[in-house]
């Protein structure tokens, strides 16, 4: 197990697909942003003790790719896109 003191706003890296931010946090408390691609599992030990679960092989919990944006809605939001910088080019 590795140890270390960071300070607020340092992150680590794990990997290619995981980053942790430290954000800051007060006496007892850390807060951090974790980035993880959403096939990671990633959940609190507390989580795991309430609903008694072990965090080993067997007990993941599945996630289910997004459904995709109809052909319709892509090009509205295109079009959205476009005349957003449209206007934001004739503002210059």
């Not at 007892?28 to 072990?54: C, E, F, H, W």
């Not at 289910?64 to 109809?70: F, G, H, I, T, W």
């Not at 957003?84 to 080019?89: I, P, S, T």
């Amino acid at each position: 197990m590795l140890k270390l003191t960071v300070k607020p706003g340092e992150y680590l890296l794990i990997g290619e697909e995981i980053k942790l931010v430290f954000t800051g946090g007060s006496t007892g408390n850390l807060r951090i942003l974790v980035d993880a691609p959403k096939t990671m599992n990633v959940v609190r030990s507390s989580a795991l003790q309430r609903y008694g679960m072990a965090a080993e092989p067997g007990n993941e919990t599945t996630y289910y790719k997004d459904r995709e944006l109809s052909p319709e809605a892509k090009s509205k939001i295109k079009a959205i896109l476009m005349e957003e910088r449209r206007q934001a080019r004739a503002k210059k």
